[in-house]
């Protein structure tokens, strides 16, 4: 079955960075395209970044210069590497696949604040 496990995720101050990593298992993890959501508390689920398996990427205009998807197909990993993190970034991040149906991780908390 597909799985997808999130990890860090925390506390950072305005201007700090963080990465998340999210670990598939389940599919040929080469073969599809994988991205990132967010949630912020009363807000809709939003897409911040994808790659696909060209490694072609997109990007939320909110994250564009700031945020950087990419993918190890050897670890069936995906990143996000975020840098000049803002309060606004504030949110549970999740990672996607789409395997028939989408599949989603736990999420992982990211929170920006001083």
């Known amino acids: 079955q597909v799985?997808?496990?999130?990890?860090?995720?925390?506390?950072v101050q305005p201007g700090g960075s963080l990465r998340l990593s999210c670990t598939a298992s389940g599919f040929t993890f080469s073969?599809?395209?994988?991205s990132w959501y967010r949630q912020?508390?009363?807000k809709e689920r939003e897409l911040v970044a994808a790659i696909n398996q060209a490694f072609i990427t997109n990007y939320a205009d909110s994250?564009?210069?700031?945020?950087?998807?990419s993918r190890d197909n050897v670890q069936?990993?995906?990143?996000?590497?975020?840098?000049n993190l803002k309060p606004e970034d504030t949110a549970?991040?999740?990672?996607?696949?789409f395997v028939f149906r989408s599949y989603w991780?736990?999420?992982t908390q990211v929170t920006v604040s001083s």
């Open 76 to 83: 069936n990993t995906v990143y996000l590497q975020m840098n």
């Open 3 to 11: 799985q997808l496990v999130e990890s860090g995720g925390g506390l």
């Open 92 to 97: 549970v991040y999740y990672c996607r696949a």
């Open 63 to 69: 994250v564009k210069g700031r945020f950087t998807i």
């Open 31 to 34: 073969t599809y395209a994988m």
């Open 105 to 107: 991780g736990q999420g």
């Open 40 to 42: 912020a508390p009363g």
